[in-house]
């Protein structure tokens, strides 16, 4: 029986685990000045289309083989062009060992059709040793991820401390539970989640407020790997063409909650989520309205987006069960199913945060070729604008397919900028000489006054070449107190982006550990007391594309100041703590004194987790 522990019990151990030495965040000046390592993609001559901008511009550096991090993704890509070879994969980045540095997991594919027999494409768990070195742990973690998967979702379900792995496939999705000595378990049969659909994206997130996260799965289409549709085209080299979304049928989406027993029951219908038949691809849950109670927005492919809002307050589960929260879909009454022209866009990657710093969550969406991205502005109340054009945000994506993107302030100013992983679904390169199978990623800058500006041309190496990008994550790998992202490709080696820009501010990294809810602190949020405009960070569930962040708040402060942080917990409770310095820390609901940690000196990868920890 898996139980949700004490306050008491939870409170002494993540207190205890606390470590006094504060982390720096400036870096090396060698670090600094590194110049980046000859790109693994399709490079580009294209000279800048406009002189360099002013200012501080985000800078990366490619992290791969060289360093340890030795995989590409394998989707068996054929002549017939089906569709289920398209999407690519994801990427998670967490702390899995609790050595206070983010690990990195990619999924990965197979042979069509499927085979139960077929071992010979595995998933990648990668342990993170510090100085952006890596070693492939996959064996000794027994991480025996197999078949064709897409997406990840990371969360600590059972609260013993230790992330686990909720993974996404055409199949069967898996479930994996992390046991703390550096192996993990296939628990899917167990707790009841292997969605036999084709699965996308996935989030937890505690939907009731009964102390345990739930789980929320995005499908996408009702196709077969044995007899795939097909689109003939005499015209195409190979004779097939990709078939497009529209000919195929969506699926439900499906909603389980946590018995708080180890196990999970599928409460779609009975929630009010079932029943839409959406294409789902992305999915993001977070309080958009600031009443303290979540909403799911869902990222659909060629129809209208959800927006699932709570119906009232959860309800007593039946026979004992967990508790029920009725949904109602009104993306269209909240202005955020559609864009401003009332079309249904071919929606994929889902951004999350407060890119104007007046204290809610705005929503970015990527879209095909030919299409533009969209921003939906968050006007409070469940109001969303349509700001695509008035941020410069539309031109500039209409000759791009956009996949995974995220929200990150690179440059420590305290306002997110933007990043997008771009790549065509086929490669119709035979079709137009305009539109591209490999395309450049995008680094759009936050100019603090509603716009954005592609810096991409100044971005580094990685952003001079072409990819066929997918899933993308964000996380401080290095714990230098910038960001960094990892990025899953098709057709190349997946990589990670270290993060070289030189910090307009200090950072504070904070890690939330609930003890009176789930203990990784979905739906806390957390305010720097005194800012101006405000900065306001939350912990989403989902969020990217087939992807999971790391549940860190990367906060900005000014140089050689202090600031006072308020966090209000998933509980509802609210805290205020002062005197936090540049650097990273642990902050635990009702635990004093607030300490930073330090990142535990690396051990061979046969070292009990728990015992790096408690040392």
Request: charged share 20%; aromatic share 10%; glycine share 12%.
């Amino acid at each position: 029986m898996l139980v949700q522990p004490s306050s008491q019990s939870l409170m002494s151990l993540a207190c205890g685990a606390m470590l006094a030495t504060v982390f720096g965040c400036g870096g090396t000046k060698a670090e600094r000045e590194s110049k980046p390592i000859v790109t693994l993609g399709s490079s580009s001559n294209a000279s800048s289309p406009t002189p360099k901008p002013d200012g501080v511009i985000p800078q990366f550096r490619i992290v791969g083989r060289e360093a340890g991090l030795d995989f590409e993704r394998f989707d068996d890509i054929s002549g017939r062009r089906r569709i289920l070879e398209a999407n690519g994969g994801g990427v998670a980045l967490c702390d899995f060992d609790r050595d206070g540095l983010l690990d990195v997991v990619f999924t990965n594919g197979c042979q069509l059709p499927l085979s139960q027999n077929d071992r010979a494409h595995q998933g990648a768990f990668f342990r993170n040793l510090g100085e952006m070195r890596f070693q492939n742990s996959t064996a000794p973690a027994m991480w025996n991820q197999y078949g064709y998967a897409y997406g990840c979702a990371a969360g600590d379900f059972d609260a013993d401390g230790f992330t686990d792995l909720y993974v996404t496939a055409f199949g069967r999705n898996s479930f994996w539970r992390n046991h703390g000595d550096g192996t993990w378990s296939d628990i899917t049969d167990a707790t009841g989640t292997g969605v036999p659909q084709w699965s996308s994206s996935a989030a937890f997130y505690d939907l009731n407020a009964d102390g345990f996260l739930d789980l929320y799965v995005a499908n996408y289409l009702d196709e077969s790997d044995e007899t795939p549709r097909l689109c003939p085209n005499s015209r195409s080299p190979d004779g097939y063409e990709g078939c497009s979304p529209a000919i195929f049928e969506g699926v439900d989406d499906v909603l389980f909650l946590s018995n708080g027993e180890g196990a999970f029951i599928d409460a779609s219908e009975r929630s009010g989520i079932a029943g839409f038949k959406g294409k789902g691809l992305g999915v993001v849950i977070g309080d958009l309205n600031a009443d303290q109670r979540p909403e799911i927005y869902v990222a659909n492919d060629g129809q209208a987006n959800f927006l699932f809002v709570a119906a009232g307050e959860p309800s007593p589960g039946s026979a004992g069960g967990p508790p029920l929260v009725r949904w109602k879909e009104q993306a269209l009454a909240s202005n955020a199913a559609v864009n401003e022209l009332g079309h249904a866009q071919a929606s994929m990657g889902i951004a999350a945060g407060d890119i104007d710093r007046d204290g809610t969550t705005d929503l970015f969406l990527t879209h095909f070729f030919g299409d533009s991205n969209t921003l939906y502005e968050n006007r409070g109340d469940l109001a969303f604008d349509d700001a695509t054009r008035s941020s410069n945000l539309g031109v500039a994506s209409r000759k791009t397919l956009g996949f995974g993107t995220v929200f990150v302030d690179a440059d420590n100013d305290g306002w997110l900028d933007l990043f997008i992983a771009n790549g065509h679904v086929d490669d119709r390169t035979w079709m137009a000489d305009d539109e591209p199978y490999r395309m450049h990623p995008q680094m759009f800058r936050n100019e603090t006054d509603g716009e954005f500006r592609d810096v991409s041309a100044w971005s580094g190496d990685y952003f001079a070449s072409e990819w066929v990008g997918r899933g993308v994550a964000a996380g401080d790998l290095d714990r230098d107190g910038r960001i960094d992202l990892a990025v899953s490709h098709q057709l190349a080696p997946s990589v990670v982006l270290h993060n070289q820009t030189e910090p307009q501010g200090e950072a504070i990294v904070l890690r939330l550990v609930s003890s009176t809810a789930n203990r990784d602190g979905f739906g806390a949020r957390v305010e720097i007391v005194g800012a101006e405009p405000a900065i306001v960070r939350e912990v989403f569930g989902g969020g990217s594309f087939q992807s999971a962040s790391a549940t860190e708040l990367h906060c900005m402060l000014p140089l050689k100041k202090s600031a006072m942080v308020q966090i209000r917990w998933p509980s509802g409770k609210t805290e205020r703590h002062d005197g936090f310095s540049a650097g990273n820390w642990i902050l635990v609901e009702d635990c004093r004194p607030l300490r930073p940690f330090h990142v535990l000196q690396a051990k061979p990868a046969d070292t009990n987790a728990t015992e790096i920890l408690n040392q």
